[in-house]
């Protein structure tokens, strides 16, 4: 039998609301700075370059050449679900660009400083602005909060500085600015990969060197090279495959049967965003169990384009599962154009010992 429960309801404070949600989507500043790519890319920037304090919990910066932002969009800028990208619900089946649900910003500015530097082609000097709580917020308490011109190149700099200062359990919760910094090396280093035509650059405050650099102009094997060496880069075959009836195309570079190491390496992109998939990952250690020994694993890099309508990406607001029409099929299709192509790899290589 229920007992009844007399709760007194209150509301929650909306900043409180606010934070929770932020949280839920910025859990680490990996995934600020993942959002952060994604809207340089969707700009148009041939140029990336990020900067890291601490992990990315002092400073996140990246800095773009892309199409800037008009000066009268700054005051909207981090209202949630103010977005560019979306002016209809139905926009939702042909989004062409990564982002759509305007939160990210938003997201940030509500657990973090957030200063914005942009300068469009049609403006004679950049803006910078600062907010907090999806609002713009003056430079130094007292002084104007709308933003104020200045001198810069075009595009975007984006700094996120003291990241969770106001959410100290999570804050709390970072125990090593060396393993955050290397979450971050990750997911620059998936998009390097994947983004031809465009440079990437990642750097840690301090450091005289770069952790990442990859020119603009470089080929994919050569992005493969510089980012996972040249082990994986020697070793590669390229597969392409396609299907009307399922809705997708894609292409991709495989290690061959002469390359193996002890964990799974999968960069795996659907309509150009870093996902995870575990369906993914299992049928490509099953489709390599015939080609490596045992222990052995592959990498594997795959850009799958589906129609947009048949991928939903709303399924999570970190928008890191994408479920699609005929998972399995097209899954099933890629893995056997893999497997061929490690097949041919693998005859020519008998071949050659045998003459
Ligand atoms: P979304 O990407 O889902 O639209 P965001 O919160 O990530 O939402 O960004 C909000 C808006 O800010 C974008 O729609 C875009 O117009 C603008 N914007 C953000 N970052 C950049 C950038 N680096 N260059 C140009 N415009 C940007
Ligand atoms: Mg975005």
Redesign the pocket.
């Known amino acids: 039998k229920s007992k009844k429960i007399k709760a007194r309801k209150r509301a929650l404070d909306p900043d409180v609301v606010n934070k929770i949600a932020a949280g839920e989507i910025i859990v680490a500043p990996m995934h600020a700075l993942k959002?952060?790519i994604?809207?340089?890319v969707?700009?148009g920037?041939t140029s990336i370059e990020v900067l890291v304090k601490d992990g990315g919990l002092k400073l996140l910066q990246?800095t773009?050449n892309?199409?800037?932002?008009d000066r009268d969009?700054l005051p909207i800028?981090?209202e949630r679900f103010?977005?560019?990208?979306?002016k209809e619900f139905e926009d939702l089946s042909s989004i062409g660009?990564?982002?759509?649900?305007?939160?990210?910003?938003?997201?940030?500015s509500h657990i973090a400083h957030l200063t914005?530097t942009?300068k469009t082609a049609g403006s004679s000097c950049a803006w910078r602005a600062h907010y907090g709580d999806g609002k713009l917020i003056p430079a130094k308490p007292g002084q104007n909060a709308a933003p104020k011109a200045t001198a810069g190149r075009g595009?975007?700099q984006?700094t996120v500085e003291d990241l969770f200062y106001n959410v100290p359990t999570r804050r709390r919760a970072f125990r090593s600015a060396s393993e955050e910094y290397a979450k971050i090396l990750d997911v620059v280093g998936r998009y390097a990969v994947h983004c031809h035509g465009v440079a990437f650059s990642c750097r840690k405050h301090g450091d005289s060197g770069v952790s990442i650099s990859t020119p603009a102009s470089a080929s994919t094997v050569d992005r493969i090279r510089q980012i996972h060496g040249s082990a994986v880069a020697n070793e590669v075959v390229e597969f392409n495959c396609e299907d009307k009836k399922f809705g997708f195309r894609s292409s991709g570079f495989a290690t061959n049967a002469n390359y193996h190491v002890k964990k799974t390496v999968i960069l795996l992109f659907i309509n150009h965003r870093a996902v995870e998939s575990t369906t993914f990952k299992r049928a490509v250690e099953q489709t390599y169990s015939a080609f490596l020994p045992k222990g052995g694993h592959p990498f594997v890099y795959l850009d799958l384009e589906i129609e947009p309508n048949r991928v939903d990406v709303n399924v999570h607001p970190t928008k890191r599962e994408v479920n699609f029409l005929n998972e399995d099929e097209i899954i099933e299709l890629v893995c056997t154009e893999i497997r061929s192509k490690l097949a041919e790899v693998d005859s020519s290589r008998t071949f050659l010992t045998q003459s």
């Open positions: 959002e952060l994604e809207n340089a969707d700009a920037s990246i773009d892309g199409h800037g932002i969009d800028l981090c103010t977005t560019s990208k979306l660009t990564y982002g759509f649900r305007g939160e990210a910003l938003a997201s940030i914005v942009t595009g975007t984006i």
